[in-house]
Each structure stands twice: as C-alpha cells, then as structure tokens.
C-alpha cells in the first residue's frame, strides 16, 4: 500500500532550526501536491506550508519568511525546513500528499517542541 512516513522531528531551543521529511513509497502513478500541517492537543488541523507538481510554494502567515518546503521528485520526498523556531511553533506536523489516481494520504506525525 501506498504510505508516507515522516523524520526529523525533535527538540529545540527557540531560534534553532530543524528540517522534516516525509517519503511517499509503495506502489503509486505519482504525487501531485504535498504539503505540511501541524496540530497541538486541543486544537484544529492547520495548513503549513504545500508545494505541487511545477514547484509553486504557499505558506501559512504565520511561518513565511522562517520555514522552506522543498521536493526530491526522484525520491518522492517532501522536505520542510524550519527556522528561526519559536516557542508557539510546538506541534505534531503532519506530512500530506496527493497520490495520482490513489487520493490522500497523511503521514504519522513527527513531535516538534521549541523549548525557550
């Protein structure tokens, strides 16, 4: 089956920086769009940041300017690049992708937690 798994989770201080990454794998026809959100206990779902096909990015106000979405289209693999993290960027981030043909899917989550 077709899945997304997740790495780079962690620890920081506030103003470090940590980079995930989420691998599509399994049998597929291809992605189309890939994205991050993020979620705290409590609280809803949040778009991040997403990136398509043609490389056309979007972020959430929140983290523009301090996070990079990127993509290995060779190695099926979503990157986000998290910097200058603050206290308020703890979360669950969640990898989501569009599987050509196959719909969406969600990766497991990865815990980041910015410690002051």
């Known amino acids: 089956q077709v899945q997304l798994v997740e790495s780079g989770g962690g620890l920081v201080q506030a103003g470090g920086s940590l980079r995930l990454s989420c691998a599509g794998s399994g049998r597929h026809f291809g992605i189309k769009n890939m994205g991050w959100y993020r979620q705290s206990p409590g609280k809803q779902r949040d778009f991040v940041a997403r990136i398509n096909r043609s490389g056309t990015t979007d972020y959430a106000d929140s983290v523009k300017g301090r996070f990079t979405i990127s993509r290995d289209y060779a190695e099926n693999t979503a990157y986000l690049q998290m910097n200058s993290l603050k206290v308020e960027d703890t979360s669950v981030y969640y990898c989501?992708?569009?599987?050509?043909?196959?719909?969406?899917?969600w990766g497991q989550g990865t815990q980041v937690t910015v410690s002051s």
């Open positions: 989501n992708a569009d599987f050509t043909i196959l719909g969406t899917r």
